[in-house]
């Protein structure tokens, strides 16, 4: 690792801002415990094939809580990538902020809430690890607001610390692997595997080798080439066939190597949404994939949040659409499925980046139309794309279920419909 980069303007007091009695002892004792002289140390250092800018924290030292200079080395270290235009790996192991230090420590979370939001809007990623543990301000200000969250198994995370929260101490809520289940982790890293993960990140998403703007990203080969269906019913029985290829499938045969991101950092997954960033052709791709599966609201915010960060950080991305639609029961309303719709409407509106949709399955109502991308939608011939379903038509219209394959030639759902329509730019071609 480079030197260290914190920022040589801070300055320190006897005891602290408050004259907290016997601080400055406990901080020799903490320098002379750990060899460091705060609970943050900052530097350049290589990952991998590229570079990076560090973040470390030292749990040994005061618990790793944040005061004035440690804060004050946080926020330079964000200066410095932004300067050097290098990612962002904070390795977070903090007790939160330090109570020696009162207010003045706990103000320490805006600083680096706008340090972290001005490297944002200089598209640098931030990547961080949490160790254990990691609680209070620093889970908080610094890394629940990374671009991509990776865990140690072990960590507890929460933002009460364990000896100040109330409740069950031995809820999986205040765990590493909980905040996965809750989708506020992408994923859980071993520290074997660590050092490749990052590495692979840092290459993927290093700053110095994307390029603005972005060329739309290349659409995907058929897997399978067949005519187009006959009939709309062909076409809705041929999208649900168990065997037609599908997201994993292209997925598979797009990226070199792909990295998943998981959560929708409000509380919930959905496995059926899949979203990440991959390697295509030499370059980094984002991707959002419908599993064919009901998405749930948990689904359309990750892949909202998928959106921003390829905008963010001018990724081209690739959808694939295959849904029968949005879940409707009463736990999907009861969790926001029309706003988060809504917000994945708005995100890929909002995109500066290129957007570029293939539908290879069922194309049901709004929540797929959510995942298409407006005048850069494909389809291949193994799917339909449908204002409803047609049994739900039948039901709509007081008509019997038979009539479903009558409604489907009326709703005009296939893929060479679609192409006539003007919905689709066009129909991956047949062999």
Known sequence: MAPDVSNPDAVSTADGPLRWPGYDEQRCRAAERTGTDESVLCGQGRIGAGHAVLIAFEFGFLGGSVGETA?????????????????VISLVASGGSRMQEGIRALAQLQAIARACLLTRQARIPHITVLRNPTTGGMWASLAAGADIVLASPEADVA???????????KSASFTAAG??????????????ELPQVLARLVE???????????APADLPEPITRRPEPGTGWDAVRRARAADRPHAQDYLDRYFTSRFSLSG????GTDSGMLCGIGEHDGRPVAYAAQDGTANNPAGFRTAARLVRLADQLGLPVLTLVDTPGAANDAEAERTGVGPAIAELFTAVAEARVPITT????????????????PESTWITADAYFA?????SSAAI???????????????????????????????????
């Open 71 to 87: 804060g004050a080395r946080v926020v330079h270290a964000f200066e410095r990538a932004r300067e050097l235009r290098l990612p």
């Open 204 to 214: 993927l998403l290093h700053p110095q080798r994307l390029v603005r703007p972005p």
């Open 397 to 431: 219209l007081k008509r019997p279920p038979e009539e479903a394959p009558e409604l489907a030639d009326r709703l005009k759902l296939r893929p060479q419909d679609l192409l006539e329509l003007g919905f689709v730019r066009g129909v991956v071609p047949p062999a």
């Open 159 to 169: 933002f009460g610390g364990s000896r100040v929260r109330t409740p069950d101490e």
């Open 387 to 391: 204002v409803i379903a047609p049994e």
């Open 179 to 192: 905040k996965v289940t809750d989708g506020q982790v992408d994923r859980l890293v071993d520290d074997t």
């Open 264 to 267: 929708d950092r409000a509380g």
């Open 358 to 373: 293939l539908v290879i399955g069922e194309g049901g109502s709004g929540g797929a139309l959510a995942l298409a991308a």
